[in-house]
């Protein structure tokens, strides 16, 4: 288990440390660094407790300027759980992105670091996100968007272009960093879309990946299917990205610890980060992603 700290800011640092296996992860979740954390949560839970939002003062790394973030202290439906929802919650007041998405800035420009005019895939296009990485790094950066399944892997459709991760048109060792946020979980073939990640990374590149991780559960759970084009449920459908009565994106797969192995096996590496900075207010429990290296 290795920790990593910002080096490039003044106010304070991003703690990030890597996980080779469960038994290390279980092994810091119990530590004093995450005792620390959850005292911390705690005690902002318990200030301004009748409030439905709970306000938090911090430094936001994407606007690299002091900020303040919300989160909602009580479900808006009353099937979810009655804990705010800090990973997809911590808004900033300034840009609008939540902790999850912000926390990636900081892991992408820890990633291009020492990288000549990185070149960067991110499978979005229509977010803040991109907006900030295509501001930071220019015409090195391409996003995209998957528009529909009749639509050619690589064709732009009002400016924006499309891309199926388990057939991507980019040739072979084309990036440096691939960024792949909440995208695997809503996809049929993952480990498809792993190789094809793999492909397009330049040797030694980096892929920066985010799903809603078990981290309690061994295996992978497929919930649905494509057979012969149809849809097939195994288990009650779930949706992410919408509220009812919309129905948002198709969960395919529930990820467990099955997903580190397939990706090492892609990759050559692989690695869960577990990240937390009370000063980029980046608080709660799942703050994590994966990085792989793909092999030389």
Avoid at 75 to 88: C, M, Q, V, Y
Avoid at 91 to 107: E, P, Y
Avoid at 216 to 226: A, D, F, K, M
Wanted: proline share 5%.
């Amino acid at each position: 288990m290795s920790v990593r700290t910002s080096q490039s800011d003044g106010i304070g640092a991003m703690l990030a440390m890597s996980c080779e296996s469960r038994a290390e992860y279980d092994s810091l979740r119990s530590s004093p660094v995450f005792r620390h954390q959850r005292a911390i949560l705690d005690q902002l839970m318990i200030g301004g407790a009748d409030n439905d939002v709970v306000s938090i003062d911090g430094f936001c790394f994407p606007c690299d300027k002091p900020s303040s973030f919300h989160v909602n202290r009580r479900p808006i439906f009353g099937s979810e759980s009655s804990l705010p929802n800090w990973r997809e919650g911590l808004h900033c007041t300034g840009c609008g992105m939540n902790n999850r998405i912000r926390s990636m800035s900081w892991i992408t420009e820890n990633a291009v670091r020492g990288r000549d005019h990185p070149q960067i895939y991110i499978t979005e296009r229509r977010t803040a996100f991109y907006e900030w990485l295509a501001t930071r790094y220019g015409d090195g950066v391409i996003g995209s968007e998957y528009l529909d399944p009749s639509v050619k892997p690589g064709a732009v459709v009002d400016g924006i272009r499309h891309e199926d991760v388990e057939g991507l048109s980019f040739g072979d060792a084309r990036f440096d960093v691939l960024i792949c946020m909440d995208v695997l979980e809503h996809v049929n073939d993952p480990a498809l879309a792993m190789q094809q990640m793999a492909r397009v990374l330049k040797p030694g590149g980096e892929l920066l990946l985010s799903v809603p991780f078990f981290a309690g559960s061994t295996g992978n759970v497929r919930r649905s299917q494509i057979l012969e084009g149809e849809v097939v449920h195994h288990e009650p459908p779930a949706y992410h990205g919408a509220f009812p009565p919309a129905h948002g994106w198709l969960v395919f797969w529930d990820f467990g610890w099955e997903l580190v192995e397939e990706l090492r096996a892609v990759f050559g590496s692989a690695e869960v980060v577990v990240y937390w900075s009370r000063q980029y207010v980046h608080l709660g429990s799942q703050l994590l992603f994966f990085r792989c290296v793909r092999r030389q």
